[in-house]
């Protein structure tokens, strides 16, 4: 297993993995369009080509980034790739000078064991909202805000 950055080839395979979770209600669907933009932002999890996690670094201004579209596959959840994949992003974070990465997501629990707090939502920068507003979901999605400090 190989937590390695996407390329063009991953796209439709990580489509599929994040919106089988979005289809669930668990994160928020991504078009082909969004994931080929972002597709710089994006870290696999790779078993012998196979897409069987990802997660992204989004960077939203001079200190801040976002955690965005985590996911592991069912059969391997459990076993510490999502932590993997939050702690490779967070060192990418370092890397870049940044000092807070932020998450919305519906399981803070699970950002808890990694670090981070709750945050209220109104704490993270307008520019934030910019993209939530395009969002179907806006402005009831019951996403929780939840940050970490870099040191
Ligand atoms: C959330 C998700 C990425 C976690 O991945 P995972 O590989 O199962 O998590 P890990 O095994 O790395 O767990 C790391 C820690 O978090 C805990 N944890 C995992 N899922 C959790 C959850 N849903 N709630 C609370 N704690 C959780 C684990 O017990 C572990 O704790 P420990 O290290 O102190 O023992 C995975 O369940 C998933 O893909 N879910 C569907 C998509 C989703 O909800 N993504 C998050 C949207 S922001």
Redesign the pocket.
Known sequence: MLIRKATIHDVPAMQKMVNS?AD?G??LPRSLNQLYEDLRDFLILDDDGQVL?TCALHVNWGDLAE????????S???????????EQCLDEARLLGITRVF?????P??????QFRVIDKAELPQKVWNECIHCVKFPDCGEVAVIRELV
Not at 78 to 85: A, E, N, S
């Open positions: 979770f669930k668990e994160l996690g955690v965005k579209a985590l996911t592991v596959d069912e391997l959840q459990g076993q510490g790739y999502g932590r993997k994949l939050v998450a919305l997501t519906y399981k629990d699970f950002f808890a064991r990694l």
